[in-house]
């Protein structure tokens, strides 16, 4: 039976990786944090068929003692801060988590089991300020947030670790992917909770920030099959994973508003102190290396995403 080792299990994509891996016969590990409330909701119906290992990404004791203990024939590191308007707010913190915390769990690989295939969760936040459009694996970065500057950092020491020591790790450069477990605080999210949450009575307006920002929104559903892939390959790479459709956080809010049934304009405020110090005005993605080396196509649209979102946040409200 292969093992795998998932860290940020508790996370969206953790969440839904996790189940894959089930399915597909796996004995599925997570890393935990320790708290002194669990919150495991995301994972809560899988628990009895998980086994979780308190471990953090800053400790490398705990990391290694993490690895001994599963065995994994693979280690997805998912877990990082990865909420960027926080990553102003905890620069150093952040560098911690998600840039420096990727070479702890290399060294602990490289220590414990260097024949495991490791899989970094790259983000398309790294291309920032975009130097291309669409962006690829060959697009340089220009990392607009701490965020950013330290997920270019766990990026390349990834690509450093598969040549210095030929480790099996490849990097998924994923644009933003969205679902029904995604965290209240980004944007999507945020807004079909708040349309459910009018329509339902519980709140009567939503603020927000920059609306013309536009992202490449996929579903985390069809992107954790996407690591798998990129897993099961003989020669470890980097790959774009992306729709290749743009659109903007304006478009975001009348979709959502619609499939609850509200005119948008009546609820919706700008809040100035919602809008980042930099922003990133443009992503849209280039899958075509994915789709050709991999066979992986994204299989949900964004009207589909944003409004299944809804039809979910309705169900939880009401
Ligand atoms: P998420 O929902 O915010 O989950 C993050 C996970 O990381 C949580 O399980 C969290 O644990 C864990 N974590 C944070 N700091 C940790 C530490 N020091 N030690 C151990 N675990 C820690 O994020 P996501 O959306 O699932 O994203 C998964 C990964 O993909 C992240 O690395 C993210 O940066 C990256 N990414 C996401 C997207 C996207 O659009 N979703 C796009 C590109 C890349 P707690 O539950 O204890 O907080
Ligand atoms: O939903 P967001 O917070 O996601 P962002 O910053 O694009 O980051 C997400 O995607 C990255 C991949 O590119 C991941 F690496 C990262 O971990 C995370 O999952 O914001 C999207 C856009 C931004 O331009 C932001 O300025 O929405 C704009 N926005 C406008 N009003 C808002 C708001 N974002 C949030 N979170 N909240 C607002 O009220």
Not at 66 to 78: G, T
Request: aromatic share 10%; net charge negative; hydrophobic share 40%.
């Amino acid at each position: 039976m292969p093992r795998a080792l998932i860290t940020g299990i508790t996370g969206q994509d953790g969440s839904y990786l996790a189940e894959l891996l089930l399915e597909k016969g796996y004995e599925v590990h997570g890393m935990v944090r320790r708290a002194s409330t669990e919150k495991f909701d995301r994972i809560e119906h899988l628990r009895d068929r998980l086994t979780l290992h308190q471990a953090d990404l800053l400790d490398h004791r705990s990391l290694v003692d993490a690895l001994r203990a599963a065995k994994p024939h693979e280690v997805y590191n998912l877990a990082a801060m990865s909420f960027v308007a926080v990553s102003w707010i905890q620069p150093t913190l952040t560098a911690e988590f998600t840039g420096v915390g990727v070479t702890r769990i290399l060294e602990a690989v490289r220590e414990v089991c260097p024949e495991t295939r490791f899989y970094q969760a790259s983000s398309s936040e790294m291309f920032g300020k975009v130097l291309e459009t669409p962006q690829t694996e060959k697009t340089p970065f220009y990392p607009r947030s701490p965020y950013g500057v330290a997920k270019v950092y766990g990026h390349h020491i990834t690509v450093n670790y598969r040549e210095s020591y030929d480790l099996h790790a490849s990097s998924g450069i994923l644009f933003n992917h969205e679902s029904e477990r995604r965290g209240l605080e980004f944007v999507t999210r945020k807004i079909t909770w708040h349309a459910a949450a009018i329509k339902t009575g519980k709140r009567d307006s939503l603020q927000l920030g920059n609306l013309d920002a536009r992202r490449d929104w996929g579903y985390a559903k069809d992107y954790v099959e996407a690591m798998w892939l990129m897993l099961q390959q003989d020669t470890p790479d980097d790959f774009v994973i992306a729709t290749g459709v743009t659109n903007t956080v304006r478009r975001c809010v009348e979709v959502a508003f619609d499939e609850a049934g509200l005119n948008w304009e009546q609820y919706v405020q700008i809040d100035d102190s919602l809008k980042r110090p930099a922003e990133v005005d443009l992503l849209v993605g280039d899958a075509s290396k994915a789709e050709r080396q991999l066979g992986w196509k994204p299989q949900t649209s964004f009207e589909e995403l944003i409004r299944l979102m809804v039809r979910s946040d309705v169900a939880l409200l009401s």
